[in-house]
């Protein structure tokens, strides 16, 4: 029972270094992706973040000295099911964004603030290849039994443009697009150790409403993480993470901005139980641009988790 509670926490417990939103943060940093859960199990999660830091804005906006400080709280809800002998999931994410930016434009400084829902997240993942889709008995066996294997496996994700936007502002909470994510990734798992690789691709389609009746596009961005576990005795966990992504150019009525993300990501996070069906996740990351246009943040997140 331990172990199958054990993976679903660390599944479950705010998956989210960043609680991202855009134009600010694209990408995550998210251990456990391709974790089995039990069949019949539900699991819900709730988290806090705070996020602090530089923007480098394009230089045609005239903006400089900019900082970005972001409370975001985010709720989620994870549910796995059987595709014939496949274990799928399927997860929702609804994050609550305060924002504030502050700096200089045109030499003046300036200090902006937006409160809102940001864009919510729907995604249906598939593991082809480890462990069956199993009730909990079955999986508490498939885990005794085999103490090193390798999962993979593929999602897609969509992010709905139902976030907080407005069309005459250039900065917003929401994204207005519609952003499909698709994934693959595998974990092998030895022992007391798991270590994981994910690749994936952020596709945009185009906001028809950006900033005063322009038409913004976004190439598209790719990113890779990986993530290397330790698990310890009371089903305490630590992770250590880094990601990175490239790409990501808009263009704004058909005028090329050259503005291409690179993004370095790191992060250290770690899980306890709190009851035997409840636990409680710490984490901190940072981003790093690599280019002249995006964000240098360091974060923090608290999150809960709990099934039934």
């Avoid at 903006?63 to 002998?85: D, K, M, W």
């Avoid at 897609?156 to 917003?172: C, E, M, R, T, V």
């Avoid at 150790?193 to 009746?213: A, C, G, H, K, R």
Wanted: a positive charge; charged letters at 20%; one cysteine or more.
């Amino acid at each position: 029972m331990r172990n199958s509670l054990s993976l679903i926490s660390k599944t479950t417990c705010v998956l989210l270094f960043f609680l991202v939103y855009n134009p600010i943060f694209s990408q995550d940093i998210e251990p456990r992706r391709w974790t089995s859960m039990p069949l019949g199990s539900n699991a819900i999660g709730g988290g806090f973040g705070h996020v602090f830091g530089d923007i480098a804005f394009d230089p045609v906006l005239q903006a400089e000295n900019a900082t970005v400080t972001v409370n975001s709280f985010a709720l989620q809800y994870v549910r796995p099911f059987r595709i014939g002998n496949k274990q799928a999931r399927i997860d929702v994410l609804i994050p609550y964004t305060f924002a504030k930016w502050e700096g200089l434009l045109n030499g003046e400084p300036k200090e902006i603030s937006r409160n809102g829902f940001a864009d919510p997240r729907l995604r249906l993942s598939l593991n082809f290849i480890g462990p069956k889709a199993m009730s909990l008995k079955e999986l508490q066996e498939f885990l005794k039994d085999n103490p090193t294997y390798t999962t993979v496996g593929a999602s897609i994700a969509i992010s709905f443009p139902f976030g907080q936007y407005y069309g005459d502002k250039l900065l917003n909470i929401g994204s207005n697009t519609f952003v499909f994510r698709p994934q693959i990734g595998m974990t092998h798992n030895w022992g007391a150790w798991s270590y994981e690789l994910s690749t994936s691709v952020f596709l945009y389609t185009n906001n028809n409403d950006f900033y005063i009746d322009k038409t913004r596009k976004q190439e598209p961005l790719f990113a890779m993480q990986t993530h290397l576990t330790r698990k310890f005795k009371k089903r305490i966990w630590t992770t250590v993470s880094f990601g990175y992504g490239l790409g990501g150019n808009s263009i704004v009525n058909r005028q090329h901005k050259d503005d291409e993300r690179g993004n370095f990501l790191g992060g250290l996070s770690a899980g306890m139980p709190i009851t035997k069906k409840q636990s409680i996740k710490f984490a901190y990351g940072t981003t790093l641009t690599l280019k002249d246009v995006g964000a240098n943040t360091n974060g923090f997140i608290l999150g809960w988790s709990a099934i039934f």
